[in-house]
């Protein structure tokens, strides 16, 4: 009894739960909430953010945060904008989102374990730079000369109903899980998190840790800036404004602890489902996403304080 | 090394980072001699006003190992209050309109960083979550509030918007009153015991409890004093700028931790002082008024703040490396 209430309180569970109940609520509030295309579409409000929240759940389990990565986003898309104005193919863009995404990535990993920041710091920094950099590039301009057949990640299907985007983010969190949780690899992140300089004792090489997942991060930010490009079809400095803290939020949502070592995949795709269909299913009752952030502002602190609230209990008891 | 053993740490930055504000100023001054005008200059602090008295806001919440990302939300939720409080009462109120809304900022800027403080402290929640959970709900409250209207120049009284803009001396109150929270800030950190309480919590928690010092109270007197300090912003910055709606001042949380980062504030707790993070809010000013004088798009600004940033972070990471970090071999 004891070992079934515990499972039910985990936080995947519940995350799961809300899930359902979210399911019913709108099903039975709208009549065109259920239907395969309408859910499709659905996804496209979240899929790309959830795609970092996967290497971003990571960076925090091993103790360490990215505040920059809608920033890399943007830096990103400018990167590709600029490719696409010089008459470059559709591989060529990619590639110049992908890279300059790595090489962000790498510049906060390298301000970390090199320069010694503390990651909070380094990346409040590094947010600014690469930001800034995409607005000295274009200033005020929109850069929109992609080629047609970029539009693919973005808006096409691989079959029915099943977008590219929602595809690549169901692969990569499959492959994500695997990884933190059945590699060394992974498992060495959650020692690096828990506790670093016992790690370092452990002949853990943390900081080669540490850099890779902040290149991984960027990696995933550049990703992502391919998506919404393709989406969007244009580039503006502002791309991605203010992403920062929903994926954050998301991360935290989905029971990763900021204080390192605790978390899993599993909670930060159950998350990232709960925060799109919210989004989602609020819209289509007409209700405006702003009041939706009251909901998740309150969850995100319910998330760590009802643990909290329920270790005071014990404690109180005993 | 005689002037080495009689200032601390923070105050020799203090005075390169100041020696370094000056030249900037005077560099800019010798190719622009208009820069220095005594025009140009009100300007200039007057655009930087609000964000001295918010960074200086923050820094009290840094100091004791905290952050606060709800601030520019508190700003705004405070502003459309204000804003809402005189378009009610302005015509009843009459001169009391002014005071009156101040003390009500005051008040509930001070119960939203409570707030904060008290899941701080009595929970010890981290403070990055809790302040980015109540910046989303504070936004929100402030949509519900509103229900998605703006409040314009038209619907504002008079004395509301001029207040910030009466001139005294040369300068704009809104200066005078960055200047008063300034000079409180310097002489107050230095000389009362609950600054130095605030330094002590921060600078080692575990010690402080050992003195008697209960770390928690102190974060949480730190984000109420924040609080109160963002709700005046709030009302100052509507007025300021003379609308109210539910985005005003949307990111500026960072830019405010931001400018705390330059003014040499260590975000690990109990490093900072008010002399340099008021001189690294003049840095951003004076960068900022000066790049159309220099003939550089102002789109440049971020990304020089960010190099700024970036450039002072890394000095001052080496800077501790001499002291801490017995343990940390190089992995």
């Known amino acids: 009894m004891k070992a079934w209430a515990q499972r039910f309180l985990r936080w995947e569970s519940m995350l799961a739960a809300v899930l359902v109940l979210e399911f019913v609520l709108f099903a039975s509030l709208s009549p065109y909430f259920l239907d395969l295309y309408t859910l499709s579409d659905a996804t496209f409000n979240f899929t790309e953010r959830a795609i970092v929240a996967l290497p971003l759940a990571m960076l925090i389990i091993a103790g360490e945060i990215d505040i920059s990565v809608a920033a890399i986003i943007a830096l990103s898309s400018v990167s590709m904008g600029l490719t696409a104005s010089s008459g470059a193919g559709t591989g060529a863009i990619v590639c110049a989102g992908l890279g300059t995404g790595l090489g962000a990535g790498m510049i906060n990993g390298a301000l970390v374990t090199i320069g010694r920041v503390p990651s909070i710091v380094a990346t409040i920094g590094t947010m600014t730079l690469f930001r800034g950099a995409a607005y000295a590039v274009l200033g005020d301009r929109v850069l929109k000369e992609y080629p047609e057949s970029f539009a693919i990640f973005g808006q096409g299907y691989l079959v029915g109903a099943l977008s590219i985007e929602l595809a690549l983010f169901m692969v990569l969190a499959l492959l994500s899980g695997l990884f933190l949780h059945y590699t060394r690899w992974g498992r060495t992140i959650f020692a690096v998190g828990a506790n670093p300089v016992a790690s370092r004792f452990a002949g853990v090489p943390v900081n080669r840790y540490r850099f890779a997942l902040f290149a991984a991060t960027g990696l995933f930010c550049g990703l992502a800036a391919v998506l919404l490009t393709s989406r969007l079809g244009s580039t503006r400095p502002s791309i991605a404004q203010g992403w920062e803290l929903e994926i954050i939020s998301m991360v935290i949502l989905g029971g990763v602890s900021v204080w390192g070592g605790k978390g899993s995949i599993l909670g930060v795709v159950l998350a990232a489902l709960v925060f799109g269909l919210i989004t989602f299913g609020l819209g289509l009752m007409n209700i405006p996403g702003i009041v939706m952030s009251i909901f998740v502002g309150a969850l995100l602190i319910a998330v760590v304080a009802t643990p909290a609230l329920l270790g005071r209990l014990k404690a109180g008891r005993a | ?331």
């Open chain 2, 1 to 331: 090394m005689k002037i080495r053993a009689r200032l601390g740490d923070a105050s020799r930055r203090d005075l390169a980072f100041g020696a370094l504000t000056l030249l900037l100023f005077l560099a800019v001054t010798s190719a622009f001699p208009a820069f220095a005008s005594p025009r140009n200059v009100a300007g200039l602090l007057d655009d930087t006003a609000i964000l001295v008295m918010l960074a200086l806001a923050q820094m009290l919440v840094i100091l004791v190992r905290g952050i606060d990302l709800s601030i520019a939300a508190n700003l705004a939720l405070c502003g459309m209050l204000a804003a809402q409080f005189d378009r009610a009462f302005a015509d009843t109120l009459a001169g009391a309109g002014v005071p009156l809304v101040i003390a009500l900022t005051l008040l509930a800027g001070g119960l939203l960083g409570a707030f904060n403080g008290l899941l701080v402290w009595k929970l010890r929640l981290p403070p990055i979550v809790v302040t980015l959970g109540t910046m989303s709900v504070y936004r929100g409250v402030i949509f519900l509030l509103s229900g998605g209207a703006w409040v314009n120049e038209n619907e504002m009284s008079r004395g509301f918007v001029g207040f910030p803009r009466i001139e005294i001396l040369g300068l704009s109150v809104l200066t005078w009153l960055a200047i008063f929270v300034a000079a409180v800030f310097i002489v107050a950190l230095r000389r009362t015991r609950l600054a130095r309480d605030l330094y002590a919590a921060g600078g080692n928690p575990d010690a402080a409890a050992y003195s008697g010092i209960d770390a928690g109270r102190a974060q949480f007197i730190a984000y109420t004093i924040c609080g109160a300090i963002a709700g005046v912003c709030g009302y100052l910055w509507v007025a300021r700028f003379a609308v109210a709606y539910t985005d005003i001042a949307l990111g500026f949380e960072l830019s405010v931790i931001a400018a705390c980062l330059i003014g040499g504030v260590s975000i690990a707790g109990g490093i900072g002082s008010a002399a340099g993070v008021v001189l690294g809010c003049l840095f951003i000013g004076i960068i900022r008024s000066s790049l159309p004088l220099v003939g550089i798009s102002a789109f440049w600004q971020m990304f020089i703040n960010g190099a700024v940033i970036l450039v002072a972070v890394l000095l001052s990471a080496r800077q501790r490396d001499v002291k801490r970090h017995i343990l940390e071999a190089r992995a």
